[in-house]
């Protein structure tokens, strides 16, 4: 695949086609591990810290359970960033043209900000693909 400097500066993969339009503004999917970078939340002790998304409301706002305590939090999905697994991990894609299907991570490139992931099910059984970290989550 093509790729070619976005606008943030960074790589994105040219993935024919789908372009911006298989794009969405909200990211938040239930099963995925986030971590929390809210500063009203860290006086709490959530700051920093990975939690499960169990619920997603209005498409924006997440219902975690905090990994450790298990304390129930909502937080924006502004205030949340996703968690890439050590290589061989399980993931599902959040955004982009392969939003809600499942994978493995494969690497990373850190110099690009982005991680290889099989895919797994359907037409794109066993395609390996570069994704933007933001657009790739590991499952709980």
């Known amino acids: ?67 450790g305590s298990g304390d129930i939090v909502r937080v924006d999905q502004a205030e949340l960033e996703t968690v890439l697994p050590a290589p061989g991990g399980r993931v599902l894609v959040v955004n982009g043209p392969y939003r809600g299907i499942k994978g493995t991570l494969q690497s990373i490139d850190t110099g690009r900000y982005q991680a290889e992931v099989r895919l797994k099910g359907g037409q794109y059984e066993g395609k390996d693909v570069w994704l933007d970290y933001e657009d790739v989550c590991k499952l709980a």
């Open 1 to 67: 695949a093509a790729a070619a400097p976005s606008s943030s500066g960074r790589i994105a993969t040219n993935t024919g086609g789908g372009g911006s339009k298989s794009r969405v503004d909200h990211w938040l999917m239930e099963g995925i591990v986030v971590k929390v970078l809210s500063p009203a939340l860290k006086e709490l002790g959530y700051y920093k810290q990975k939690g499960v998304v169990d619920k997603v409301v209005d498409k924006y706002i997440g219902e975690l359970s905090m990994v």
